[in-house]
């Protein structure tokens, strides 16, 4: 057993001991993940920092539809040289998780952006205003039900080129790439045609 499988064993009995029944405990490419409620969110982050977990890496939002948000944290520890997944699931009809910047000060930046992007409100955080979208922008573009604007503003695919779309001038003659010669892939008797 490597000495990050044991530590990876080690904070899974911590887990365990702590929680019990309140931490569905799996595994992420052999690493442990920690699913727990949204009242023991901002407990785990801390009890995983007291276990040694003290580089905060990222923290982001999943859009799970049609009834939750998943928010998702990845911890690490660089003296076990293992990783930790925690994970929680907030209602979509009201999405407020508490703020976990009071435990890592790296979580501020990465809930302002969850924030902004899904809609997730974190209670308690020092300053949770826009921090990508330009001012006025309205929605959260990383919701499934967000329409994107360039799919109303141009059908998708849309045309490309003059002629693609059945409507216009023709398409320009199609050019090949440097050094293919002239009849390279065109069927065997349109090739006899060409050289005729």
Do not use: C, N
């Amino acid at each position: 057993m490597t000495d990050s499988t044991q530590a990876g064993t080690g904070i899974r009995a911590a887990l365990e001991t702590r929680y019990g029944s309140r931490v569905r405990l799996s595994d992420s490419f052999g690493e442990p993940v920690a699913d727990v409620a949204p009242e023991d969110w901002v407990d785990l982050l801390a009890f995983a920092r007291a276990e040694g977990f003290v580089f905060f890496d990222w923290l982001t939002g999943v859009d799970e539809p049609p009834d939750a948000f998943a928010v998702v944290a990845h911890v690490f520890d660089p003296a076990a040289k293992t990783h930790l997944i925690a994970r929680t699931r907030v209602p979509r009809e009201d999405p407020r998780l508490p703020t976990a910047s009071g435990v890592f000060r790296g979580a501020d930046w990465h809930e302002r952006e969850t924030f902004e992007m899904f809609g997730v409100v974190f209670d308690g955080h020092p300053d949770l205003r826009p921090l990508l979208l330009p001012d006025g922008f309205e929605g959260h573009p990383l919701r499934k039900d967000f329409v994107l604007a360039a799919r109303v503003a141009k059908a998708w695919p849309g045309a490309k080129e003059p002629g693609e779309s059945g409507h216009g001038s023709p398409s320009r003659r199609k050019m090949l790439p440097p050094g293919v010669p002239s009849g390279w892939g065109a069927a065997p008797d349109q090739e006899e045609r060409r050289g005729e």
